[in-house]
Structure formats: structure tokens, C-alpha cells
């Protein structure tokens, strides 16, 4: 028998038709997607403000990357992961409800920022909100699928981060653009803002309304696939990856090897406007339209090529698509910071952007496919952990700090681009490849399990 949705226990020996109508379904995915639309608004507009706010600031390369990373990601681990056990144990969508409440009023307190100091803070909260996001979205999603069908529905919640990515860009670029031709607002107390004040202001506050519509949301039965997992919190995740570290091993160190390398897009307004003289308000407006275009196509093209698998009897389909589409995007990568045109550089990213929608909502849903529903929250909290802290807290410091410390001029940032990219992404591809058989063998344990007990 199957409690409520919204016990605070997991369900048990709910069976497969009794997962929630298709309608029902991909309307969860769509509130969530949009949740994550606003997640990564918050998160990344920054970094088409960041040349702004360090000339208002008067901030070295690596101050300014202690904003684009360790102020928002480190309080991931103080937040975040404590906080693991409430998803797969609370009513996760008034988790999320108070997640985005948080960030997006943080999000806004950071255009009211007066100092270093004070946008510091602001950043940090944002991230406190913020890591609830990921582990609790793809918590509900999990319960809304059966396993086949996880990767078509994680590139649906997908569409949710490619939307505000874009969004960052564009809206910023445009918002940018704007201001300069109106000016300004005063307000009250605060007096004139800061353009890159005003446009922190305006992306945040709507995230408010959001909240409103995940306290609608009906929230899915939960689902437990096995019983042979510790109840202890944190621990009893990191307990069960490491007996299985054969799946899990190769797929948390290949996701932080390539999380090393992703200061480079932290620093893309950056690089476009030191190398190619570029405004943040050009950067946006094309950078936004291309990352939009491109990571959609990749959405589709991954689903169908993995549905296309599948069809196939290939049970390892996403992890196939995972190792084919990162050889890919290496060669393009390296190339773009050498780009004599800022067209061609862009060119070469928009390879990325379609590579990366392919390929990163895979990466969560392997790690859905073969994680238990009783630790779901708690595995999904680690491994964004990694994606987050190294991801988007250290690998902005790397970036920042390479173009400091050795090469020592801030117009050869496209350098140190370049030379992360060499280092970091064919080993996370080789670690990465290394977990294909692994994880082959486990679906194929865990759909045979399926089998025999139903």
C-alpha cells in the first residue's frame, strides 16, 4: 500500500502503472523546468556583469572570480548537502517553494550591493537557495518515469536550465542595452543604481511568482527499488556508491575533471570583450541567441538519438551519447579561444552549446538509472556537489588565477581558456569511457531484478 503524496515516507511496492498520467507527468517536468529557468538566471547573470562590476569595484581577475565562483558554490556544502536527507524524506515541492523564495530575493539584495563585501554575501545566499534545486527536481522527476523513460524526461526538466542560461545572456544583453538609452532608476534610500545594479534587481524578483506555482504542484508518490540501502543520511549515499564504485567511480571523477575546465565559460563575456572588443550588452544578446538555438537542438538530437538506441536493445544508450558527444565538442573547444574573429569563436562555442544539451542531462540520468529512490535526493545532492563547488567554484579561480599568475596580463585570458581546455577535457572523456561497461552491466542487473519481481 502506497501513503500519500507528501509523506514524509518513502513509498513502498508501488507498482509501475501507478505512476502518474503522461499528462500529469510532463506537466511536473514543465513547472520544474521553469524553476530551473530562474535557477540559472540567477546563477549566471553575473557573468555577463562581471567586467562591469570590476571596474566599479576596482577588483583584480581573481576577486572578481571569488564572485563568479566560491561565493555562490562553496555554501553548497554548509547548505546543500545537511540538507539532502529532508528531499528524499520531506514534501519536496515546498522544498523547491522556499529554495527559490530565498535565491530570488537574494539575487535581487545583490543589485543593492555597495561593496565587495556585500555582493559576496548576497552570492553566497543565492547558493544557499539555490542547492536545493537540482537534488529535489531530479528526486521528483525520477518518481514521474519509469527507468527507460528517464532520459526523454531529464531532457525535458533540461530545457528549463537551457532557458535560463540563454536567459542570462540575452535579457541581460538586452536590459543592458536598454538602461544605457533610458538611464538608470533612484530609488527610494538607495539612491541612482548602477546599470549591472538594476539588471540583478530585475531578473530576480520575478522568481517569486514561481514559488507560487510549485506550492499548485502535486507531488508524486515515492518510489523504493530496493531494500538493501543504510538509513544513516549522507553517509549511507556515499556508502552505497562506493560498493559500487565501478558505475559511480568513473562518472564523479570524469564529471570533476570537466567541471575543472568550466571557468571558461564563466569568463565568456570577458573573454569576447579583452579579445574581440565585444560589449557585454553584443556578448548577451548573441551569445544568448546562439546557446539558446544551439542547446535546444541538442536536447532533441539526444533524445531521439538515444530513443533511436534504445529502440536498438542498447541499455546503455545515454552513456553512449555522453562519450560520443564530449569526443566531439574536444577539438572544437580548444580551437575557439584561437579564433582571429569574434564570429568564428563564437562558431566553435555554439559546438559546445549543441554538445553540451546532448550530452549533460545524461550524465543526471545515468546517475537516476542506477541510484535507489531511497537515496536519490542524497546521491543527485552529491554529484552536483562536485559540479557545483569545482564546477562553478573552483574552475572560475583557475581561470582567474591562470591568466594572473601565468601569463600575467589579462588580455591573454583566451589563453589560459586554451590550456584548460588541453589539460582538463580528454582525461575527463578516457576516466569517463572507463565506467561504460560498469554501467552497462548494472541496467542490465537492475532491469533483470525488474523482471523476476514482476
Not at 527536481?137 to 532557458?163: E, H, M, N, T, W
Not at 543520511?233 to 567511480?249: D, E, Q, R, S, T
Request: net charge neutral; proline share 7%; charged share 15%.
Amino acid at each position: 500500500m502506497a501513503s500519500a503524496p507528501g509523506s514524509e515516507t518513502p513509498m513502498q511496492g508501488v507498482a509501475l502503472e501507478e505512476y502518474p498520467q503522461p499528462r500529469q507527468a510532463w506537466l511536473t517536468v514543465g513547472v520544474l523546468a521553469l524553476c530551473t529557468t530562474f535557477a540559472m538566471l540567477d546563477q549566471g547573470i553575473l557573468s555577463l556583469l562581471i567586467q562591469d562590476i570590476i571596474r566599479d569595484f576596482e577588483l583584480t581577475d581573481t576577486q572578481a572570480s571569488l564572485l563568479l565562483g566560491p561565493a555562490f558554490a562553496f555554501v553548497y556544502v554548509v547548505v546543500g548537502i545537511p540538507l539532502s536527507p529532508v528531499v528524499d524524506r520531506w514534501v519536496r515541492t515546498r522544498i523547491l517553494a522556499i529554495g527559490i523564495t530565498v535565491w530570488s530575493l537574494a539575487t535581487a539584495a545583490c543589485g543593492l550591493a555597495g561593496n565587495f563585501s556585500q555582493l559576496f554575501l548576497a552570492r553566497m545566499v543565492v547558493g544557499a537557495g539555490e542547492s536545493v534545486n537540482g537534488p529535489t527536481a531530479y528526486s521528483i522527476v525520477s518518481d514521474c518515469f519509469p527507468r527507460d523513460r528517464l532520459p526523454k524526461a531529464v531532457y525535458g526538466l533540461q530545457i528549463g536550465s537551457v532557458a535560463g542560461n540563454g536567459l542570462a545572456l540575452l535579457l541581460g544583453g538586452v536590459m543592458i542595452y536598454i538602461i544605457a538609452k533610458i538611464g538608470t532608476p533612484i530609488l527610494p534610500l538607495v539612491g541612482e543604481l548602477r546599470p549591472w545594479q538594476a539588471v540583478m534587481i530585475g531578473v530576480g524578483l520575478p522568481g517569486l511568482l514561481v514559488a507560487l506555482v510549485l506550492l499548485w504542484l502535486k507531488e508524486p508518490a515515492r518510489r523504493s527499488f530496493r531494500a538493501d540501502v543504510s538509513k544513516v543520511p549522507v553517509l549511507g549515499a556515499v556508502k552505497y556508491m562506493w560498493l559500487h564504485f565501478a558505475v559511480f567511480g568513473p562518472l564523479l571523477i570524469g564529471l570533476t575533471l570537466g567541471a575543472l575546465d568550466g571557468g571558461g565559460r564563466a569568463w565568456g563575456a570577458a573573454f569576447f570583450e579583452r579579445t574581440h572588443g565585444w560589449s557585454p550588452a553584443t556578448y548577451g544578446v548573441a551569445a544568448g541567441i546562439v546557446s539558446i538555438a544551439a542547446m535546444l537542438a541538442g536536447l532533441w538530437l539526444g533524445s531521439q538519438w538515444v530513443e533511436r538506441m534504445q529502440k536498438r536493445g542498447l541499455v546503455d544508450a545515454p552513456f553512449r551519447v555522453i562519450l560520443y558527444t564530449r569526443g566531439f565538442n574536444i577539438p572544437f573547444a580548444i580551437a575557439m579561444p584561437l579564433m582571429p574573429t569574434p564570429e568564428l569563436a563564437l562558431a566553435c562555442y555554439s559546438v559546445t552549446f549543441l554538445t553540451l544539451g546532448m550530452s549533460g542531462p545524461l550524465l543526471n540520468a545515468v546517475m537516476l538509472i542506477v541510484t535507489p529512490n531511497q537515496i536519490r535526493g542524497q546521491v543527485m545532492a552529491l554529484y552536483l556537489f562536485i559540479f557545483t563547488v569545482i564546477g562553478q567554484g573552483i574552475s572560475p579561480v583557475i581561470t582567474g588565477a591562470t591568466t594572473d599568475f601565468i601569463f600575467t596580463s589579462p588580455d591573454d585570458l583566451r589563453w589560459s581558456i586554451m590550456l584548460l581546455h588541453i589539460v582538463f577535457l580528454p582525461p575527463a572523456l578516457f576516466v569517463t569511457w572507463l565506467g561504460w561497461k560498469p554501467y552497462r552491466r548494472e541496467v542490465e542487473r537492475l532491469n533483470a531484478e525488474d523482471a523476476a519481481s514482476g
